[in-house]
């Protein structure tokens, strides 16, 4: 096929086959550019192809090439749906989990935490009266008794206690306050 008989074909042919790709495509700058390629195509093997065949093997390359544009982009679409459907899960599961967090609840096991590890690194006996006087509720006196010492060092070891409780827990006061409150 010379020049001649290619620039026919393709100024026969080429609005029919932009209409064509486009009723597949959608897009009728794709379709233009689809139908480009194919003439290209025909261009580069012009010395095997007749006139005559010319057109079906332009119309078969349009067809393959907007097959695989349609398939491209139902493949994009699907991961696409798939991503979104991804992300909506997280975001339903993080409303849940926060709706089901209770921040104080939060709050108070921090807490117990760091009194615990404040307590752990104590001597043996200041905690141990720290504790009695505390959570078992007994009197100093009662626990001077129990532990063999003055009233007046239990005061000393309690008073001890709160005051490194007071400045470790500082920054937790106002939650501790408005817990109360």
Not at 10 to 30: H, P, V
Not at 74 to 87: D, E, F, G, L
Not at 104 to 112: F, P
Not at 145 to 164: D, F, P, R, S
Request: proline residues 2%; hydrophobic residues 40%.
């Amino acid at each position: 096929m010379n020049l001649k008989e290619y620039t026919k074909v393709f100024e026969q042919y080429k609005s029919r086959f932009i209409r064509f790709a486009t009723s597949y495509l959608g897009d009728s700058s794709s379709a233009e550019d689809v139908v480009m390629e194919a003439f290209m195509t025909l261009w580069n093997k012009r010395d095997t192809l007749t006139i005559q065949e010319s057109p079906a093997y332009v119309l078969t390359i349009i067809k393959n090439k907007s097959l695989n544009i349609l398939r491209d982009t139902k493949t994009h679409q699907a991961i696409q749906s798939n991503i979104a459907s991804q992300n909506q899960r997280i975001r339903d599961l993080r409303i849940s989990s926060l709706q089901s967090c209770d921040p104080q609840e939060l709050l108070n096991e921090e807490l117990r935490n760091l009194v615990n590890d404040l307590l752990k690194k104590l001597p043996r006996k200041t905690r141990l009266i720290f504790l009695r006087s505390r959570y078992k509720e007994e009197s100093y006196r009662e626990i001077s008794a129990a532990m063999g010492c003055t009233v007046k060092h239990v005061e000393y070891e309690i008073a001890k206690v709160t005051k490194l409780l007071r400045r470790e827990l500082k920054d937790y006061l106002p939650f501790v306050l408005f817990a109360f409150f």
